[in-house]
């Protein structure tokens, strides 16, 4: 989840009423209001059929890291879901983190 105007009503109304109401709450806790912030190695991994947290997300924080000059490496795993798994698709994932891992640290 990189905003929340972007996330689930019934979650995020809850904690910061409707984005009319409260926008500078959506807007100032939302992760991709500070990516200039973000120090390091960054890998981005998301499932393009996620239905929690929708592609879009991860499509406006690229963008986002790149306006910013901030490197980063990203995979995505087609009409994957929420969890990522299915297949050979779990493994491929955390080969991915550990080469990640073992490359940065």
Do not use: C
């Not at 109401?21 to 912030?37: C, E, M, Q, R, W």
């Not at 879009?56 to 901030?70: C, H, R, S, Y």
């Amino acid at each position: 989840m990189t905003t929340w105007r972007y996330y689930d009503t019934i979650y995020t109304e809850r904690y910061l009423q409707t984005p009319q109401l409260n926008a500078a709450g959506y807007d100032d806790n939302s992760p991709i209001t500070h990516v200039n912030k973000l120090k390091g190695n960054y890998l981005l991994i998301h499932g393009t059929g996620d239905d929690n947290v929708h592609f879009q997300n991860t499509v406006d924080l690229v963008n986002a890291l790149i306006a910013a000059d901030k490197q980063f490496e990203t995979f995505y795993y087609p009409n994957r879901n929420h969890g990522i798994y299915g297949g050979n698709t779990t493994w491929h994932l955390y080969t991915q983190m550990t080469d990640f891992l073992k490359r940065k640290l």
